[in-house]
């Protein structure tokens, strides 16, 4: 039990983090936090990245930023708030609640506004600091608020549950038209639509601004952030902003959504049967403000894969070793799990140099094939491995140098949920396809990068000696 327990500081996990700042990513944070105090309700954006690069953290972070009370702060949770980021005076944030929603965990829910409004129930709460001689008065304000949310929730079940999505090419003109729509279709009564709108923006005003405070001179909005949208089903998808847009849209509302959008358009387009550039303009529709994040700063990428090397056990100087950053993607989950592989397998490889161990993990990653090869004859597939790193070869030679020559231009550096089969490309219309090229195209250039370094290395380190494979 004692070696299980040191083993933990060795490894990395994919929990989120609020060390932002070891990317350089809090200045992006305060600015991003300030346009979702400043901007005019209602009001949603995204926060747009690839899978890994740390949207859910950065979500976590603002979320943090704008909560009235200091947490803790353990690792569990995600540490404590950078000091760069500093903390709003609680008078800042006297009108403001935060909701976590993760509708990845109730994607099976036929009406993801369900659970949506059970978080809202669940998460708001009464702010600690009540004005002097007004708590019991503030108090029946914020329950007043709170009760409604089980009505609301039966009425959202009642006229929302029959799970329908539009369909048709008009998407331009459906968009401006699909409220009034769905009123006339579904909501023929007073009682149905309009009051539930109503109701809604009601709750909302009373737990975030119990005091009754004019929202002309108080800053009074529910920020609900919205993880992982994108590694949900089509419909799913679909559903969520559609009815966001159609039922939560109150003037109280700010939703912030974490998301690579190129995933989302495509579950749009396949849900509502639209073509590519149809999902893209009903994206367009829905965001107010599309916001990327930054490319991690060079410096403390470099730093963090030092750090991280060091986690595992490969203590090493960051100038020595700066060719890591050319060998691995700037993208954190990526890294993270290069290392937890790099550091198991350091068991079984000794005491070696850690860039010979970098450099043999790294091609049995990516390059297996080649890996498998040298593992049957390391002496013999060395000189070819060197030949073809030091000289290159055309395409049109026979033989082993052929074979490694072929896979070390094709390495295993996809894109996570990059399109992989004729089958499923098929089914892409030539937008989407054409998306997809620059998906790889942007792929292929840390690729190529990470094969040229490769190489140079691979003839520095080992030369003419075999290596000791893992």
């Not at 030092?306 to 993607?329: C, Q």
């Not at 498998?372 to 070869?393: E, F, M, R, Y």
């Not at 894109?415 to 998306?435: F, N, R």
């Amino acid at each position: 039990m004692h070696d299980v327990e040191n083993h933990k500081e060795t490894y990395f996990n994919d929990q989120w983090t609020c060390s932002i700042h070891q990317l350089g990513y809090d200045d992006f944070a305060i600015k991003a936090r300030d346009l979702i105090l400043s901007a005019p309700t209602p009001f949603a954006m995204t926060i747009g990245g690839r899978w890994g690069a740390g949207k859910t953290s950065m979500l976590r972070t603002l979320k943090e930023s704008l909560s009235w009370e200091k947490r803790k702060g353990t690792e569990e949770e995600g540490g404590p708030l950078p000091e760069t980021i500093p903390r709003l005076d609680r008078q800042q944030l006297k009108t403001v609640q935060t909701v976590w929603f993760n509708p990845w965990q109730y994607q099976h829910e036929p009406n993801p506004i369900i659970p949506l409004l059970h978080e809202i129930r669940a998460q708001v709460s009464l702010p600690q600091q009540l004005a002097k001689g007004s708590a019991e008065q503030v108090r029946r304000g914020f329950m007043a608020g709170i009760r409604t949310f089980p009505a609301l929730i039966d009425d959202a079940a009642n006229i929302m549950g029959a799970n329908r999505f539009s369909s048709g090419k008009h998407l331009l003109q459906q968009i401006d038209k699909e409220t009034a729509a769905e009123e006339m279709e579904q909501f023929k009564l007073p009682t149905d639509a309009q009051r539930f709108f109503k109701r809604f923006e009601e709750a909302v005003y009373l737990v975030t601004n119990p005091w009754g405070h004019s929202g002309k001179d108080n800053n009074i909005r529910l920020v609900v952030f919205i993880d992982d949208l994108d590694r949900c089903s089509d419909q799913t998808v679909f559903s969520l902003l559609e009815r966001i847009k159609l039922y939560l849209s109150s003037r109280y509302c700010v939703f912030v959504f974490a998301l690579d959008r190129t995933h989302v358009e495509n579950a749009v387009a396949r849900a509502g049967g639209y073509s590519r550039i149809e999902a893209a303009q009903y994206v367009e529709k829905l965001f107010q403000a599309k916001l990327y994040l930054p490319t991690p700063d060079q410096n403390l990428l470099k730093r963090f894969i030092v750090d991280a090397m060091n986690t595992i056990g490969f203590k090493i100087d960051i100038e020595a070793h700066s060719y890591l950053l050319s060998l691995l993607p700037p993208n954190p989950r990526t890294i993270k799990n290069f290392m937890n592989g790099l550091g198991f397998m350091k068991q079984f490889f000794g005491t070696r140099d850690p860039k010979e161990a970098v450099l043999l993990y790294w091609l049995r990653s990516y390059v297996p094939d080649v890996y498998d090869l040298l593992a049957q004859d390391p002496q013999t597939i060395l000189l070819d491995l060197v030949a073809v790193c030091k000289d290159g070869l055309l395409a049109g030679e026979m033989g082993v140098r052929w074979f490694i020559n072929y896979h070390l231009e094709n390495p295993l550096l996809q894109t996570e949920g990059s399109v992989s089969s004729e089958a499923q490309k098929t089914k892409l219309d030539t937008h989407s396809a054409q998306d997809e090229h620059y998906r790889q195209l942007q792929a292929g250039v840390w690729q190529a990068r990470a094969l040229k370094t490769f190489k140079t290395e691979y003839i520095s380190t080992f030369g003419m000696t075999p290596p000791a494979l893992f």
